[in-house]
């Protein structure tokens, strides 16, 4: 059971430095890291460089990257302050409006941006203030906003789908094309509990439709961010090509497999990049300076999430050196549990990783052993990783919470303490219960 006991000590390590030493979650990862070489004896320096050198060759790291510089200039560009102003001003004016603009917006940056602090930050510094002065209670709109977040990992392509299918455990299982369709099914499902929670706080609230100085004409909005829409249309464009009987036709013309051709994973935020430009030239810089001030402002981001992507491969790749997935798939068949209570119980140990963690880190500690197990015990892979993932993205809704909660109580300037109730009955349980019927098959994707 060597590779339970450096699971536990790679937990350790990560818990002890984020959330007793306040330390990064980056530096978290590289200690994480360290700490399991040992675990495997003597060969310890070679699986450490072959773990390394697999995370740092994946096309996946670079993907990560893509896809952070997307969001970045999607923000820089405007684009999302228009799409925000036009999703505002179609349903801003019924009566919790600025709420139900949250949560439809959530859902789409989360298609497009994937980031829970950056959602939360994005979407509640506009919708928070409009919240309020429709007499929606600070706390709730806090919770509202972080509890939305997490749509940001429930839709493709979020690092932690990167760090599951990038695994030396899982990726044997399954390739991102497979995964693609089904985590947008599930994502939709989470949607749809995100709706009915709206419902739920505006009608338990006292909300007023919001006054009409607050939003812009729907012709207005629909003058200045019609263009907006068309970021998810582009991303269709790789998606389509790439499945289904288009496929098919294209592999047949071209004698080869378009599938394995077109790398989606690559070709989505090159798409996104060049449509955000187009759609913010005039907000863009024009001069070299311009630019290199704007990429050496970007930089920071880049470290924080590469150094953390890449080591949490590289720590996956390094338990799995150790057996862990065999191990715990072993240990958790013998307890002969139904599946619907392996279900649960890979649920909440999910779902209690990704309190301290961020969803990424939850990927790579226990987030990959939950699919494998689920697959040893029957479950197809796409449905296992798909039920994982929505369990994961409880990051900001269990106590401690993760980076969208603080980001959102400080917008809204309340103490999360006043959040965690709710967060936990709205989000965390009805989360975990949603994964659990997709590993059952209760609700398809």
Known sequence: MIGIWALGAYLAVILLWTTLLKRSVGEAMILGFLVVLPFSGAAAAQVGWEALYTAATDEIVYATMAFVFMGYLLDKAGVLDKLIDLLNSLIGGVKGGPAWVSTVASAGLGGVVHNQAAIAATVGSVTIPWMEKSKLDKASAATLVAGNAGMGITFPFSASMFVLVGSATVGPLLNVNELVLPLLVGGLWCFLH?????????????MAPLDSSHRLAVRTAFGQGWATLLLFVVVAVPLILTSGAIATALSDWTGGDITKTVSIIVWIPVVLIITGALLGWKLLPRGARDWRALLQDSAPRFGVVGITVLFAFAGANALAATGLPKQMTALLTQLNLPLWLLAILIGLIVIAVAAPLSATATMAAVGT???????????PATTAAVAVLVFSSCEAAVPPGGAPLYVACGIADVNPITTFARLITHYALPLLGIGVLIILGVLPI
């Open 194 to 206: 995100r709706l009915i929670v709206t419902w739920l706080l505006v009608r338990r609230s006292g």
């Open 369 to 379: 052993v939950g699919v494998a197990t689920l697959v040893a015990a029957g479950v």
